[in-house]
């Protein structure tokens, strides 16, 4: 029977990560914060370690290759939606911003990460020391976006400039981690990289031309009634999207996604399309992906040199982030309010990061035993970063006035009255 047991842990995962989510929205923290915590509160890093030191057993939720999968498939849902919400007019008017607090967000870790690894380790290699910097680099997008969509800043200039950035973040730490590895291993090909990101742009482009003919035409010649094959083909070419970036031209499949959904957003039918996406991402592969990024977690043991090591670490991530980016912002003409809020969403790691360090002990330019002061940054990190920017909005009327996000969940509950309703009206009309 141990088969059926992802059943059993996927119904503790839906069900702990809604009950945490409703204690942070108690709190006055973002549910995003809760669904993180029951990862890690019911994974190996808590429940784990307290009842293997009990009963000599773990007895907890563990990691394993389907939840992966479907963790992998929620943040790009993730990234999908934001996407489709995304303003395209604004995105690209963010997009000279972007790059400024993006290349300001890479070279300030990059720089800051290196030197703490020499203060640390002066007889440490060059290589070494930059892939540190590397790793701190990584911004996660997905965590950022998930907060600010519950925020309802999605829309405002800090957001889309915040989007931006990320994704640009990503691109120049491809480039950054292309360039240090190839200065590990001997081998520089910076050129290629270049080449596929401007050929992914391409694709992006024609993909976009022909799948708006083709929706413009389905929209014409098909019975107008029919829409459920709308949401299908979005969602193909969301998978479609994500599978090219990552495989064809090496770029995260996230970026992918997003740029399917902003293809989605400016089609025929895409505001219906969008609209389906919200309980698929909410009732199963959201709370999944944040839940597993507790269960990844497993915390070695520490020496004194180790935590001060740790505490160091936290510091120069967050600092480096928050300087570099937000002076990028103040330096495009934001307000010192917006600058801060820039820099608290530029903060958050992710996965990205993990990625950025497994392959760096994958080459021995990391150590072991520095593996788990990188976790600790980053569960640090990806928490309070939701943390502070409600703290950082709250109160704050933005350009398009939007209101705290409590308002959102008014609006849920009032949409699920409506389609409650619309589901009695069917069934009377059945009958």
Known sequence: MEGYNYLLSLCVILLSTKIFSLLSRRAQLPQVVGALMAGLFFGPAVLG???????GVQFCLMPSPLLSRMAELGVIVIMFTAGMETNLDELKASGGVGFVVALLGVVFPLGMGAGMMYFFQPDISFPSAIFIGAVLTATSVSITVEALKEL???STKAGNTILAA????????LICLTIVTGIAGGNTNIGLVFVKIAGFFVFIWLVGIAYNRAMIWSDRVQESRNLRR??????????????AAEVIFGIADIIGAFAAGMIISISPKGQYIASKFDSIAFLLLTPVFFANIGLEVTLPAFSSEIVIFTAVLIIVSIISKLVGCGLGAKIC????????????????????????AGKGVSMHLIEESELGPIIIMIIVCTIITPIFLKRAFKGAKDEIGSTVFEDRFMLDEQADEIEEDLYRRRSLLSH
């Open 166 to 173: 990320a994704l640009i973040d990503d691109i120049l730490g």
């Open 49 to 55: 370690a307290i009842t293997s030191n009990l009963f």
């Open 333 to 356: 003409g934001m307000d010192n309010h917006q600058s801060y809020v820039v820099g608290l969403g530029m903060v958050c790691r992710g996965e990205v990061a993990l990625i950025v």
């Open 230 to 243: 709308y949401p299908v083909m979005g969602f193909a070419l969301c998978l479609f999207m994500a599978w």
């Open 152 to 154: 309802g800043k999605m």
